[in-house]
């Protein structure tokens, strides 16, 4: 019975994404706790959803390697919160790319890292229930 040379590396390969996408709580500097806290003062959490409408966000701010938060063109009093499960490592300093040929982003599907200069895809990350933040009174 012959053995293959590439079962082990294969299974390392594929087993290294899982490392990264756990439940391990992402911590955030001072200074990013406090831009998130300013990022949603004056709103109230909703009710998480599943998915949202990838065409009406057009802004998306990254909080850390804990945090994307999507702001509405159509409502600019709702703003999308986003905890990647185990985070979504240095996207603030590179480019989130989601491949799934859809108008929504959804729970549970996965966004690709890539560095901006070389083109690479460097890690993914997989998102959560997007939480709505809105803003309360006048």
């Known amino acids: 019975m012959r053995k293959s040379i590439f079962a082990l590396p294969l ?6 994404p899982a490392a990264n996408s756990g439940t391990a ?4 500097s001072e200074k990013d706790q406090a831009k998130f806290e300013k990022k949603i003062a004056g709103r109230e959490a909703g009710k998480p959803v599943s998915c949202i409408n990838r065409i009406d966000q057009k802004n998306m701010t990254v909080i850390g390697d804990k945090y994307l938060i999507y702001g509405r063109s159509g409502n600019p009093k709702t703003i999308y919160v986003n ?4 985070g979504c490592r240095d996207v603030d300093r590179h480019t989130l790319v ?3 040929p859809s108008t929504r982003l959804c729970r549970g599907e996965i966004a690709q890292v890539q560095d901006r200069p070389s083109g690479a895809f460097i890690d993914s990350c997989s998102f959560s229930s997007f939480v ?7």
């Open 132 to 138: 709505p933040y809105t803003k309360t009174g006048g």
């Open 11 to 16: 299974a390392i390969i594929l087993a290294a």
């Open 83 to 86: 905890e990647p499960y185990g």
């Open 25 to 28: 709580e992402v911590k955030l």
């Open 98 to 100: 989601t491949v799934r």
